[in-house]
């Protein structure tokens, strides 16, 4: 082991310092300091002067460097095939990160065993759950763990030992939080204990070519709990999503030194474990009903373009300040896309609860599905729904103007494909000619053009008894 010395470092920030403080210089904490053992190593760029004059450098020209290709190692489940960039690269570490309970052990135990086989062994390390719950899951999944090493250990050198007696192919370890460094005095989960065990793992993965995989927890904000630095340290860094009430799962790669981070990969949760859902758009609209407020958004997960169901409902509220709830959709672009439906579309929304919901449990972050909540909203307030076979596509502007947005043919395609002929896209953007497909693609320049093309001359500011309501109180 190398030689190391004692620091303290801020747990809030990653500072570190010779000696202890009360407060973090660098981000004002108090009481955030831990010691922590910096491998000597760690000093880089000062020990680089007491280089020996006269040593050949170690640097090499660029095309002197033989090509060699990256091996990979084929991965079963196709959709983790994919997003790790085309399988597994030997001697490199990748991260795993999600909220508790989202489906993180199982998906790895679920890999560990579609990959073990009697040349590359996997050892699956486990600090969170005992020898038998872990045999008792793979019962419940259904597996049958040939070549599949089990460990529930969270000393740092014992692991160390165990991967130098198994010899593994892949190891994962559930979770880096969980691991103690002896040379340490913090807690498991501490900033320090967190780095020095991520490094010294890393750098064994590196060495022996052994692939990596570490669970990392999320904190309440979504970052994955611990430094910072555990991202850089690793190659690939991937993210399990989903809600928790709702059954799809979607893995995302969120950095990949060893391929794209467009690629994601969606799986439903079942009974038996992760299952694969090679047509998500299909499987997001299994239920939908064409009812008022109900609209197809065409959002981009990764580099797949993908149909989702958005609903609204809008309703007359007795309260003085009416409820805009979003459910998988940014809460202020919510008012934003309101306050543009009042002033531009004409919509009377000031005395109206809102309700946004993306089915699935998706999050929809992109602004390219504006249109379709618009629509959505449009079609709860007139009451009638829009034609069963309309998707749209389209950023709203605050002047109500309808934005181009990116990849529109891929995404006009998509729906085309799952028997949406009707696509309501922004005056600008390029698409090929898709007239064979039946395809009527209607242009418009405004969110207000829009709606009066879906929903004809449905009356917007609408019903009675509202009427009847304000009527009243004015
Ligand atoms: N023994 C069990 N029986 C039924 N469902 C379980 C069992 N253990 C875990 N689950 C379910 O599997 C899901 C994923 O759990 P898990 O893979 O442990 O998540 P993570 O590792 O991300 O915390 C959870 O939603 C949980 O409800
Ligand atoms: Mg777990």
Not at 31 to 43: L, M
Not at 176 to 204: F, H, K
Not at 257 to 264: L, P, Y
Request: hydrophobic share 45%; glycine share 10%; net charge neutral.
């Amino acid at each position: 082991m190398s030689k190391s010395k004692v620091a303290f470092v801020c747990q809030q920030c990653g500072h570190d310092s010779p000696k202890w403080a009360g407060q973090c210089p660098a981000c004002q904490a108090w009481n955030s300091f831990v010691e922590s053992v910096q491998p000597e190593r760690a000093s880089g760029g000062r020990g680089a002067g007491a280089h020996a004059a006269g040593a050949a450098p170690r640097a090499q020209k660029l095309q002197d460097i033989p090509p060699g290709d990256l091996m990979r190692i084929p991965v079963d489940m196709g959709e983790m095939h994919r997003v790790l960039g085309g399988g597994l690269v030997p001697g490199s570490a990748v991260l795993l990160s999600g909220d508790p309970g989202i489906g993180k052990s199982t998906l790895l135990l679920q890999f560990a065993v579609s990959l073990a086989n009697a040349e590359r062994p996997v050892l699956y390390v486990s600090g969170e759950e005992s020898a038998a719950q872990i045999r008792l899951r793979a019962s419940r999944l259904n597996l049958d763990p040939q070549e599949l090493y089990v460990l529930a250990e969270i000393g740092l050198d014992e692991i160390l030992d165990a991967i130098g007696q198994v010899r593994p192919g892949l190891v994962i370890i559930d979770s880096i939080q969980t691991l103690v460094s002896p040379e340490l005095t913090g807690v498991p989960g501490s900033i320090g204990q967190v780095r020095e065990c991520a490094s010294q793992l890393v750098a064994l993965a590196k060495q022996s070519g052994v692939t990596l995989f570490l669970v990392g927890h999320v904190t309440k904000e979504g970052n994955v709990a611990g430094p910072k630095t555990l991202e850089h340290m690793v190659d690939t860094v991937l993210a399990l999503a989903g809600d928790q009430h709702h059954n799809y799962r979607i893995l995302k790669a969120m950095k990949n030194r060893f391929g794209s981070t467009n690629e994601v990969g969606v799986f439903a949760m079942r009974a038996g474990g992760l299952v694969e859902v090679p047509n998500p758009s299909a499987a997001f609209l299994a239920e939908r009903a064409p009812v008022p407020g109900s609209a197809i958004a065409v959002p981009l997960e990764g580099s797949r373009p993908l149909l989702v169901e958005v609903q609204a409902l809008v309703t007359y509220s007795p309260l003085a300040v009416p409820r805009r709830m979003a459910n998988g959709f940014d809460q202020s672009r919510l008012h934003m896309l309101l306050a543009v439906l009042t002033k531009r579309a004409g919509l009377r929304l000031a005395d109206q609860d809102v309700y946004v919901n993306v089915v699935g449990g998706l999050e929809l972050a992109e602004p390219a599905v504006d249109l379709a909540v618009c629509l959505a909203i449009a079609s709860s307030v007139a009451d009638v729904a829009l034609p069963a076979e309309l998707a749209a596509v389209g950023e709203v502007g605050l002047a109500g103007e309808l934005r181009s947005v990116f990849t529109l043919e891929e995404r006009v395609r998509e729906a085309a494909r799952r028997g949406y002929t009707r696509v309501f896209v922004p005056r600008a953007g390029e698409v090929a000619d898709l007239g064979d497909e039946g395809l009527d693609l209607c242009r418009a320049e405004s969110v207000r053009q829009a709606i009066r093309l879906a929903l004809g001359n449905a009356p917007l500011a609408k019903s009675k008894r509202q009427g009847g309501a304000r009527a009243g109180r004015d």
